[in-house]
């Protein structure tokens, strides 16, 4: 058989590949399988598939392999389960690259071409998505809109867009709490601090044009935790989507850029340390190093800048909490898969949720079970994603929970989403801003001319 892209780039993982010992361990974990019951949608399968390819047993262009690496939610359970420590994710990214490459998806829609050229001319350029995001602000704000959403006008004439719609709606700021805006930019600290803290909030793109509320009180939490913020006006999108589509090559631009813009933040202060508050972005910021392993002018620097990022909770568990006052709500937690099974934070979301006073918190069973948002998969697989998110709503309302707390923008999109579907009485917000609040409530935060501080407790 010809020897292909895909056969040198699946050959030189061939090590990972063969870490495999087929136990079947993962097979529980794995949402695809459970749902389809298929074993070339386990993760074994998929491994056997790529192994297959590279050693030229079957087709690289064989549209049932390609359909299985599609059908794959890339949420990384089978990592967690897997005592072998098969790392999965870098798998797939390389059968998704290569694949990507050859153009063997046939069968390529227009939603995937719409896709290409956004990951390839949109999202790289960082004037061209402010554009973007404006322009969804726009739509996502206009009572016209508004209107026909509330109203089922949009369901009636097509329910997926609706959908789309709705997850795009999920990323107002929420109304019954104050809405921070631009006039109440990052809070200075009040007095010094005793010992500050050097960090800066990859603010992200999806996150900063959709979520800035979001990131605005992840800064203003960190403040009121003793540290002392500094801004990256250089940084661009961090990759993840890209990667995760296979588009490796534009992975890595992103990730040398980034890496450009933090050299001198990271170069100041030994302890200097990257915040992400986005789970999928927190991942891969974390993967640079190996991303670039093979870079000879980046691998170093990568290693160095993936080492000093840390998820918001995981940050802030670190260290003792600031409490603020109380919230009377009763609360549960949906685990993104790129925190808890790609990044292995496991405990600190419920650790910061724990600092909150008031707060009643339910145990969401399968909190650490995809959510089916997975990037983009709700669009492109929406009837697995659904299925998917159906089971998931069903299990936050048996909470009673009145919110619902994620840390991923596609997480809380998806659920926002599907709350509103299925009919759940509850609100989705960022962990970050149930703390927010209490800060706000407990008088942390004033607003004097115009401008904001942060009281010392
Ligand atoms: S990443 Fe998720 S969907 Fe894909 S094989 Fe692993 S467990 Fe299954
Ligand atoms: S758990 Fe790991 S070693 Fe076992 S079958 Fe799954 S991927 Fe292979």
Redesign the pocket.
């Known amino acids: 058989m010809r020897q292909t892209a895909l056969h040198t780039a699946l050959d030189a993982e061939m090590e990972k590949i063969l870490g495999c010992i087929h136990c079947g361990l993962?097979l529980p974990?794995?949402?695809?399988?459970q749902h389809l019951g298929n074993e070339n949608?386990?993760?074994r399968?998929?491994i056997y598939l790529m192994r297959a390819v590279a050693e030229g047993r079957i087709k690289p262009d064989s549209a049932s392999f390609s359909r299985h690496i599609d059908?794959?939610?890339?949420?990384?359970?089978?990592?967690t389960?897997c005592p072998a420590g098969v790392r999965?994710?870098l798998l797939?990214e390389t059968a998704r690259e290569t694949i990507l490459e050859q153009k063997v998806q046939r069968g390529s829609t227009f939603q995937k071409t719409l896709l290409k050229l956004a990951l390839r001319h949109v999202f790289p350029y960082p004037k061209r998505l402010k554009l973007v995001f404006a322009l969804s602000r726009l739509m996502r704000d206009n009572f016209l809109v508004r209107f026909a959403f509330r109203k089922g006008i949009v369901r009636a004439i097509s329910p997926r867009a609706d959908f789309a719609l709705s997850l795009l709606m999920t990323t107002a700021p929420d109304g019954g709490t104050e809405k921070w805006s631009e006039e109440n930019p990052l809070p200075t600290p009040h007095s010094p601090l005793p010992t500050p803290r050097a960090v800066s909030v990859f603010t992200g793109c999806v996150m900063e044009g959709l979520f800035k509320h979001a990131n605005d009180a992840t800064k203003r939490v960190l403040a009121v935790n003793d540290c002392q913020l500094s801004n990256v006006e250089t940084q661009v999108c961090c990759g993840a989507l890209h990667a995760h589509a296979g588009d490796l090559e534009t992975a890595r631009k992103l990730a040398r850029h980034n890496i450009d813009a933090f050299e001198q933040f990271l170069t100041a202060d030994r302890s200097a340390t990257i915040i992400i508050n986005a789970a999928g972005c927190g991942a891969l910021l974390k993967e640079y190093g190996e991303l670039l392993k093979d870079d000879p002018h980046y691998a170093e620097r990568a290693k160095r800048f993936s080492e000093s990022v840390r998820d918001v909770t995981e940050f802030l568990a670190w260290g003792k909490i600031r409490q603020g006052a109380e919230i009377n709500r009763r609360v549960t937690y949906d685990a993104p898969?790129h925190l808890y099974?790609a990044q292995r934070v496991m405990t600190a979301p419920q650790q910061v949720l724990a600092a909150i006073p008031g707060l009643e918190y339910k145990q969401l069973e399968g909190m650490h079970d995809?959510c089916g948002g997975?990037g983009i998969y709700n669009l492109s697989e929406p009837e697995m994603s659904e299925s998917l998110l159906a089971d998931k709503i069903g299990k936050a309302k048996a909470t009673e929970a009145e919110v619902l707390v994620t840390a991923n923008p596609g997480c809380h999109m998806q659920l926002g989403a599907g709350a509103r579907m299925f009919k759940a009485d509850c609100q989705v917000k960022h962990i970050v801003e149930l703390l927010d609040e209490s800060y706000h409530k407990a008088g942390f935060y004033s607003t004097q001319n115009q401008s904001s501080s942060v009281q010392q407790k």
Do not use: F, Q, V
Not at 71 to 79: D, K, M, N, S
């Open positions: 993962c974990a794995c949402p695809t399988y949608d386990s993760p399968g998929r059908l794959c939610l890339g949420c990384r359970a089978c990592e389960a999965y994710g797939l898969c099974h995809c997975a």
